[in-house]
Every structure is written in structure tokens, then in C-alpha cells.
């Protein structure tokens, strides 16, 4: 009897080793093609858009509130 039980587990062990030996390979380029895509998208969109800066550059003569009263007041118009 421990005999046949020796030879049992002896045939168990050999089957689990060989089964380790199967090579399977995944082709995951798909999926990570579709996560970078992703992750630019994601960068695109938390990255703000380059904002253009003008400068303005006034000289007032005169003031703009009021600017009939005081056209009046120094031109002497009216």
C-alpha cells in the first residue's frame, strides 16, 4: 500500500514539474499602446494651454471717468 502511495505521489510531483515548462506569452503591446494614448490625453489635458501675454502701455492725459466735465474744465469747451 505505501508503496502504490510512493508511486502516486512520485507521478504527482513529475506532472507538476513538467506542467511549469508550458511557455505562454501574452501580447500586451495592445493594451499598452491603448494606456499611453490614454496618459497623453490625460497630460494634454492637465497641462494648461500657453496663455500669450500682451503688454498694454497707455499714457492718459486725461482722466477716463468724467472725461466730459474735464475736457470742459481745461478746454474751456462747451
Given at each position: 500500500?505505501?508503496e502504490?502511495?510512493?508511486?502516486?505521489?512520485?507521478?504527482?510531483?513529475?506532472?507538476?514539474?513538467?506542467?511549469?515548462?508550458?511557455?505562454?506569452?501574452?501580447?500586451?503591446?495592445?493594451?499598452?499602446?491603448?494606456?499611453?494614448?490614454?496618459?497623453?490625453?490625460?497630460?494634454?489635458?492637465?497641462?494648461?494651454?500657453?496663455?500669450?501675454?500682451?503688454?498694454?502701455?497707455?499714457?492718459?492725459?486725461f482722466?477716463?471717468?468724467?472725461?466730459?466735465?474735464?475736457?470742459?474744465?481745461?478746454l474751456?469747451?462747451?
Amino acid at each position: 500500500m505505501i508503496e502504490s502511495l510512493k508511486k502516486t505521489v512520485f507521478d504527482i510531483e513529475e506532472a507538476v514539474k513538467n506542467s511549469n515548462n508550458i511557455n505562454t506569452t501574452v501580447n500586451t503591446k495592445p493594451i499598452e499602446d491603448l494606456v499611453q494614448n490614454m496618459m497623453v490625453k490625460i497630460e494634454a489635458k492637465l497641462l494648461p494651454a500657453p496663455t500669450i501675454m500682451t503688454r498694454k502701455f497707455q499714457v492718459l492725459l486725461f482722466p477716463p471717468q468724467d472725461a466730459k466735465l474735464f475736457y470742459k474744465i481745461v478746454l474751456g469747451a462747451g
